[in-house]
């Protein structure tokens, strides 16, 4: 993916998962979110993965591809990369595993600080957007009100321990590990990204379908 800048115009709306070597939480995390846009009709989210001290250009890690290909995702020719400051600037959200993550993020692109959140962070501060809330028809629009959302809520003050917005790495402790990452993940993004697809299927109101 080129750096073009968040926010550009005819660019799609894209998120960026981030965790500590892009091998296990991050790939994981694209994967999945991915996966739910598979049959998606229109301009579909993009979402891409890096990590704060990974090397360039090795594998996801087995379990990870292992539990992807189990759930009927292919991981394809994934290969890791590193983040950098030009990766979180073409991207309109950044998704990480844990709040060092975030905090690395911010300290590479200080301006992507409102846009930046724990993955199960951003499933809890968005957790109050009702359906008819969301902008529908474009997903730029419905990914920057969920965004705005979250932002909202996380500035109004509310401290919760990091055990709660935290993924923890998975590498150290078999499958069963690696499983239960991936379904915090799915719990944390469920809701968000059913909304968001959700504002992609729709029309917005007054807009006729296009013509087959």
Known sequence: M??????????????L???TGNLCRSP????????????APGAA?????AGVYAEPAAPMHPHAAALLRARGVDPGAFRTRPLTAELIGASDLVLCATRQHRSAVVAL????????????EFGRLTSGVRPADVPPGEPR??????????WRVRASGR???ASIDDLSDPLEGGREAF???????????TAPLTLLAGACRAQPVGRAPAAG
């Open 2 to 15: 080129s750096a073009t800048g968040a926010g550009e115009p005819g660019r799609p709306w894209t998120v």
């Open 17 to 19: 998962m981030v965790c």
């Open 28 to 39: 994981l995390a694209e994967h999945l979110a991915a996966a739910r846009f598979g049959a």
């Open 45 to 49: 989210p993009v979402f891409h993965s």
């Open 109 to 120: 692109a200080p301006r992507a600080l409102r846009r930046t959140f724990t993955v199960r």
């Open 141 to 150: 629009l419905a990914g920057e009100h969920l965004a705005a959302a979250a």
């Open 159 to 161: 401290v919760v321990p």
């Open 179 to 189: 499983e239960t990452c991936a379904r915090l993940i799915d719990a944390a993004l």
